[in-house]
Nanobody, 123 residues
Framework: QVQLVESGGGLVQAGGSLRLSCAAS????????MGWFRQAPGKERDFVAA????????YIADSVKGRFTISRDNAKRTVYLQMNSLKPEDTAVYYC????????????????WGQGTQVTVSS
């Protein structure tokens, strides 16, 4: 059984930074692609970032490119989302997820999800 636990969300002013963490258990983490998605009220769950397991290549949504970075620490079984220059439109519940294979961009291709962590950016 795979478990993902996010942390690091909170309330921040526009222009501020947060770092989200996602701790994983139950799967060979070092060989699992990981992704971050977000969902604002009344909206679909959107891709934010993903990181592969082989070469740790990263994939970033255009809406956050240049502001967000994704990284992983296989020894700690943790994936991170560093969020800088936050904007009110970044307000959402952020989820981490893992998959065995498939498109990194499609939430339907992910097998396991965390419970989510709320990020609120005030103007």
């Amino acid at each position: 059984q795979v478990q993902l636990v996010e942390s690091g969300g909170g309330l921040v002013q526009a222009g501020g930074s947060l770092r989200l963490s996602c701790a994983a258990s139950g799967r060979t983490f070092s060989r699992s692609p990981m992704g971050w998605f977000r969902q604002a009220p009344g909206k679909e769950r959107d891709f934010v970032a993903a990181i592969g397991w082989g070469d740790s290549r990263t994939y970033i949504a255009d809406s956050v490119k240049g502001r967000f970075t994704i990284s992983r620490d296989n020894a700690k079984r943790t994936v991170y989302l560093q969020m800088n220059s936050l904007k009110p439109e970044d307000t959402a519940v952020y989820y981490c997820a893992t998959q065995s294979s498939g498109s990194y961009y499609n939430p339907d291709e992910y097998d396991y999800w965390g419970q989510g962590t709320q990020v609120t950016v005030s103007s």
